[in-house]
């Protein structure tokens, strides 16, 4: 308490527990946004070591979950905003995260950068093995938080995903994994900008119960692929009547399984 009177400030971060202590996450309070269960399902799509690139990586939560179940995954966490990507840098100088700091780094840039503006900030051609992306989910014409931080975290531009999903294009390796999650209405659009880009599309819808509608869906796709898309059975989040994961998604949630494709060629 300050020599005043007056209370201590509110905070205005916190640090949170993910995958039960395998890594910590420095994360705005009351402002911004701040990371759960999406970024920690979306970092499940990773099922095997390599270079990884988090786009609009926020303060790193799946970007960082990802190196924590692969020892030797290396991630580049890639945030347009500076405070956010100060929240991440600040993340990976926790004494909880020195196991990761070695193999994760931070680069302050925008997303939807193209040609030589893209090289120069940073982003090479080619050199990923795995994209990961949360991409805004709200629609433009959705009711707009005061927030800046968090409106910019959350509002959907037009084109977003082509725009998204063609610097994943450039950024992977021919055979390299696209991986994403967003709502169930970006569907059409996630299909069309992925076009001749990527193949193999497997979706699965994400239900918060059995016989309920989704309210998520994971997509992962390969690099160049011709195979086929897949809609793969609905993942179930909650036990019935209860608000208790499933056993499955409990694992994915926590680290301690990866959701694997079904076609593992990819072709």
């Not at 309210?215 to 690099?223: C, D, F, G, S, W």
């Not at 793969?232 to 959701?259: C, I, K, Q, W």
């Amino acid at each position: 308490m300050s020599g005043d009177g007056q209370g201590a400030a509110p905070p205005c971060e916190t640090i949170d527990s993910f995958h039960r202590g395998g890594f910590h996450l420095v994360q705005p309070l009351g402002r911004g946004h701040r990371s759960g269960m999406d970024a920690m399902l979306l970092a499940s799509l990773v099922a095997t070591p390599g270079r990884v690139v988090d786009l609009g990586a926020g303060a790193g939560a799946a970007g960082l979950a990802v190196a924590a179940r692969l020892e030797d995954a290396e991630v580049l966490l890639v945030e347009r905003a500076p405070d956010m990507a100060d929240f991440a840098r600040r993340s990976l100088a926790l004494p909880e995260n020195s196991h990761l700091a070695r193999r994760c780094q931070v680069l302050e840039a925008d997303v939807t950068l193209t040609g030589r503006a893209r090289l120069a900030a940073g982003l090479e051609d080619e050199v990923f093995d795995h994209a990961i992306m949360n991409p805004p989910f709200n629609s433009a014409a959705d009711r707009m938080t005061p927030d800046p931080l968090k409106a910019e975290a959350h509002a959907m531009s037009e084109g977003l995903f082509d725009a998204w999903i063609r610097t994943a294009g450039a950024l992977l390796r021919p055979g390299g994994q696209l991986s994403l999650i967003a709502r169930p209405e970006s569907i059409a659009e996630i299909v069309t900008a992925c076009g001749r880009r990527f193949g193999g599309l497997e979706i699965t819808a994400l239900l918060p119960r059995e016989g309920e509608d989704a309210v998520r869906i994971l997509v992962t796709a390969i690099k160049q692929s011709r195979a086929r898309l897949t809609l793969r059975a609905p993942l179930v989040m909650h036990e019935p009547g209860s608000h208790r994961f499933t056993v499955e998604v409990d694992a994915l949630n926590n680290g301690r399984s990866a959701y694997r494709r079904r076609d593992r060629r990819g072709r």
